[in-house]
């Protein structure tokens, strides 16, 4: 159980971040559900992940949704290692993406 002073830190990390803070904390928490083997939690951020894409852009955003669809799927049977993996593959290169555009700016 979080004491309340770790809770006020999340939330406001949660309404300071940027979009792209956003998706590596979304990503964080799927690992953490991963590890404590939690279907609902992984699969309700997987969603919200989901439900970030810019499907306007379906060159980029239908082959990463197809991919959420089937870490969702690893999650239903329970093969948490996949779901794990795959997340932690999307996690780093997310976070190198990051870094290139910061370095860019």
Known sequence: MQNNG???YKTSAIENGSPADLVLRLYDHILERCEAKDFMGAKKAVVELQGSLDLEYLDVSGPLYRLYEY?????RKQDYEEAERIIQDLRSSWLTAMETVGAGA
């Open 6 to 8: 770790e809770a006020r």
């Open 71 to 75: 870490v969702a799927d690893r999650l």
